[in-house]
């Protein structure tokens, strides 16, 4: 029997990275369950993007709403929507410390209390890292982890206070066993890992069992942000990239089922169990069959093909 989700109708649900992705499918799942919804990104146009489908939902549940209540013999200032359906846009900067507390602070002015807290925002370098340069290790280590920091310190004293609130960590399948060519990503995604567990042990030392946490852990998501990915090509028809839409449905069932965490597909959870127990060697030999222990090496290929394509189109 399926666990009954809860409501976050009326509540503020602030998602970072929105403007793009899955942070933009997270946006768009948590308006039609009615929360008032809060995006940020550091691209402005995107964000604007975002919110300018979640008010698309926001008419057809009130269109929807007025249309039942006159069927029900009800006028129309009487079938509103009880809640104030609203979204709010921030550009922010996550990996800036200073710029994620001052963003805070005007949420919480000007929106109110943030009760489900989304840290989304990723990024990744595609580089080796002998070819990587180190101020783009440090935006990977900011963005993809240190920013939870940030936006926890944030938001999480008020759900203390109120003991209600949720926190969501979006990370990887790569914050729980590696590969070849993306040690800041993993680095990142693993640090990002490590924080939402301590922390929930934190909230269950503390007895703030009304602050749920969902660690959400997907394999190689269809988004293009790791395009050129291979795995061996026996597997892929077995183990092939996920669907955006999939991914975020699913990570949304654990979330309002107060899941503790989601790995996507299945599998993933068999493949850190076997990481978990193997020797490094047999855990090396596993990876080499998949073929997962270069999996990333055309990705980081594609993306020098393209730096140099740049390169030498700005030299034109």
């Known amino acids: 029997m399926r666990p009954k989700e809860k409501s976050v109708a009326g509540q503020v649900c602030l998602i970072t990275g929105a403007g793009s992705g899955l942070g933009r499918l997270f946006a768009l799942e948590f308006a039609r369950r009615r929360a008032r919804l809060v995006l940020w990104d550091i691209n402005t146009q995107s964000n604007e993007e975002t919110a300018g ?15 039942a209540a006159q069927k029900a ?7 509103l929507p009880p809640y104030n359906l609203q979204v709010h846009t921030y550009t922010c900067d996550v990996s800036n ?32 890292l002998l070819e990587c340069p180190d101020e783009l290790i440090e935006r990977t280590m900011m963005v993809n982890c240190h920013a939870h920091f940030w936006t926890t310190k944030a938001f999480l004293p008020k759900m ?51 602050i749920k946490t969902t660690l959400v852990c997907p394999y190689l998501v269809d988004t293009g942000m790791f395009r050129g990915c291979r795995i061996r090509k026996e597997i892929e028809p077995f183990l092939p990239p996920l669907k955006p839409d999939y991914c975020v449905k699913q990570a949304m069932r654990a979330i309002l089922t107060d899941q503790p965490m989601i790995c996507t597909p299945r599998l993933m959870y068999m493949v850190t169990f076997m990481k978990s127990i193997l020797p490094f060697e047999a855990v090396v030999c596993m990876y080499r069959f998949l073929g997962a222990d270069k999996c990333m090496y ?19």
């Open 160 to 210: 203390l206070e109120l003991n209600h609130g949720h926190i969501v960590t979006v990370a990887s399948s790569l914050g729980l066993f590696s590969t070849a060519g993306v040690e800041d990503y993993c680095a990142s995604k693993f640090g990002a890992v490590g924080f939402h567990e301590s922390l929930s042990h934190e909230l269950k030392a503390a007895e703030k069992d009304g």
């Open 298 to 316: 055309p990705f980081i290929a594609q993306r020098k093909q393209a730096t140099n394509n740049n390169e030498a189109k700005n030299e034109i």
């Open 73 to 79: 013999g009800h006028g129309e200032e009487e079938v």
């Open 53 to 67: 489908m979640v008010r698309h939902i926001y008419r057809e549940i009130s269109d929807e709403a007025v249309v």
């Open 97 to 128: 410390r200073e710029n994620v507390y001052k963003t805070a602070e005007r949420v919480c002015k000007e929106v109110g209390e943030v009760s489900v807290l989304v840290n989304n925002a990723g990024v990744v370098s595609g580089h080796h």
